[in-house]
C-alpha cells in the first residue's frame, strides 16, 4: 500500500507531468503516470483484436524508472485491457517492492461506495484513500474511520463541496445516470491546489444486445497560482490529464460474444485564467473537462470504434447486388468450363491443339481446369 498525507498526493501528480507529455498521459484508467492508452482499445471474443498505438501502462518512461519497472509496465501494455485489475494483482504478488509505484503508474477501473450518513453513492480511487479507509465527499469522513485522515483545508473543502454539486449536474445532463465524485487536496505552494474528477457510467441493455458496458473518466486538474495570487483572487494556470476506461461486451446470436475494452488518455493544453471569486474556478475547470470529454468521445467513436467497424467488415463481405457481376461471372466460367469439358471428351488422345470452335475463352477455361484438377491434359498445350 502506499503511504498516505499530501506527499503521496504531489508524487502522484509529479508522474502526471512526468508521463503525459505532448497531450498523452497515463493510459485510459484509476490514477495518473503513464503512457498513452485507446491508446489501448482492444477487441476480444469473437472479433479481431483493434488495438490502436497506444498501451494501457507506461508508454513513456522517466529516466529514474528502473529496468524492471519498465519491464513491468510493458506486460501491463500488452495484456487484456478487461483483466488490468488481476493482472495488476499478478505483478504485485510477483515484485511487492514495485507495489506503490505500480499503482501510481497503473489506472484500474472505478469501484463505487455508499456513505452510510448521506446514503450517496461515491467513488474510490487512490486519491480519496488513506490507508485502507476511503474519504466520501459528501460527508467528509473516512469509512472505515480512521483518527487522522488527510483532508483538505477548509476553504478548500468548500470548494470542493461546489464542485461535486456542479459536477453531479454534469454528470446526470450527460451521462443521464450513474456516479460522480470530486476530490481536492492542498499542494505545497500557497493557493495552489489539485483535484480529481469522477464519472462511473455502467450500462445494461439486451434490446441492444449490449451485456455489460462500462464508462470511467477520471480528470487530474492542477492549478498552480502566479505570484501574489489568492485562492479567491488572481491568476492560476490550470494544467488537466484525461483518462477513461471503456468496457463494452455484446452478444449477438451466431456471432457469439464480442468484449471491446482500453483505455485513452490526453493530457489537454494549459490554461492560464483570472479569478475573481473561488467560484470561477469552478467555472474553468468545468470547461475544460466538457471540452476534453467531447474531444474523447468524438476520438472514440469517429476513430477507434469506426476503425475497429470496418476492420471487422473487411473480413467478409455479404451478399449484395454490388456482387452480382462477380457472381454472373463465376456462373458464365462455370459454364464455359462443363461445355469445354464435353467438347474434348470427343476429341481424339493424339489432339495437341485446340479444333476449331473452340473460343479464346475456352482455352482459358483449360488452363484454369487443368490447374485445379491435378494432372495437365494430353491438350494442355493449347
Not at 488495438?51 to 528502473?66: D, F, K
Not at 509496465?73 to 506503490?100: Q, Y
Not at 492542498?186 to 445494461?204: P, T
Not at 492560464?272 to 470529454?293: C, F, L, P, R, Y
Request: charged share 25%.
Amino acid at each position: 500500500r502506499r503511504g498516505r498525507g499530501s506527499a503521496a498526493r504531489a508524487t502522484r501528480a509529479g508522474a502526471v507531468r512526468a508521463c503525459a507529455g505532448e497531450g498523452r498521459g497515463a493510459s485510459l484508467g484509476g490514477s495518473r503516470g503513464r503512457g498513452g492508452g485507446f491508446d489501448r482499445l482492444q477487441g476480444e471474443g469473437s472479433a479481431p483484436s483493434a488495438q490502436g498505438a497506444g498501451t494501457s501502462a507506461g508508454r513513456r518512461h522517466t529516466p529514474t524508472m528502473n529496468r524492471d519497472m519498465i519491464a513491468a509496465l510493458n506486460i501491463m501494455r500488452r495484456m487484456p485491457p478487461s483483466k488490468i485489475e488481476f493482472n495488476l494483482s499478478g505483478l504485485v504478488n510477483l515484485a511487492p517492492e514495485m507495489t506503490d509505484e505500480l499503482l501510481q503508474r497503473v489506472d484500474q477501473p472505478l469501484q463505487t461506495a455508499r456513505d452510510t450518513k448521506s446514503g450517496k453513492e461515491y467513488l474510490l480511487c487512490d486519491y480519496n484513500r488513506d490507508g485502507d479507509s476511503f474519504r466520501s465527499p459528501w460527508t467528509n469522513e473516512y469509512e472505515p474511520p480512521i483518527a487522522d485522515g488527510f483532508k483538505p483545508s477548509s476553504k478548500l473543502r468548500v470548494l470542493e463541496e461546489k464542485c461535486n454539486m456542479v459536477f453531479e449536474s454534469y454528470r446526470n445532463l450527460y451521462y443521464e445516470g450513474g456516479v460522480s465524485s470530486a476530490y481536492l487536496w492542498d499542494q505545497d505552494e500557497e493557493a495552489s491546489f489539485a483535484g480529481c474528477f469522477l464519472i462511473k457510467k455502467e450500462v445494461i441493455e439486451p434490446q441492444r444486445r449490449v451485456h455489460q458496458g462500462c464508462w470511467d473518466s477520471i480528470h487530474v486538474i492542477e492549478v498552480t497560482p502566479k505570484a501574489g495570487s489568492k485562492l479567491g483572487r488572481g491568476t492560476f494556470t490550470y494544467r488537466l490529464t484525461t483518462t477513461v476506461i471503456l468496457t463494452m461486451v455484446t452478444e449477438k446470436g451466431n456471432a457469439g460474444s464480442v468484449n471491446l475494452s482500453g483505455n485513452l488518455t490526453r493530457q489537454g493544453k494549459d490554461k492560464t485564467a483570472s479569478v475573481k471569486s473561488e467560484n470561477d474556478h469552478v467555472i474553468n475547470i468545468g470547461q475544460m473537462i466538457e471540452e476534453m470529454e467531447i474531444d474523447l468521445r468524438n476520438q472514440l467513436d469517429t476513430l477507434y470504434i469506426q476503425k475497429t467497424r470496418e476492420v471487422i467488415n473487411s473480413i467478409r463481405r455479404p451478399s449484395s447486388s454490388n456482387n452480382m457481376p462477380s457472381q454472373a461471372f463465376v456462373a458464365d466460367l462455370s459454364g464455359h468450363i462443363q461445355n469445354f469439358k464435353a467438347v474434348v471428351e470427343q476429341l481424339p488422345p493424339e489432339a495437341m491443339f485446340s479444333p476449331p470452335g473452340i473460343g479464346r475463352l475456352d482455352r482459358t477455361a483449360l488452363r484454369i481446369f487443368n490447374l485445379r484438377c491435378g494432372p495437365p491434359l494430353p491438350y494442355s498445350r493449347v
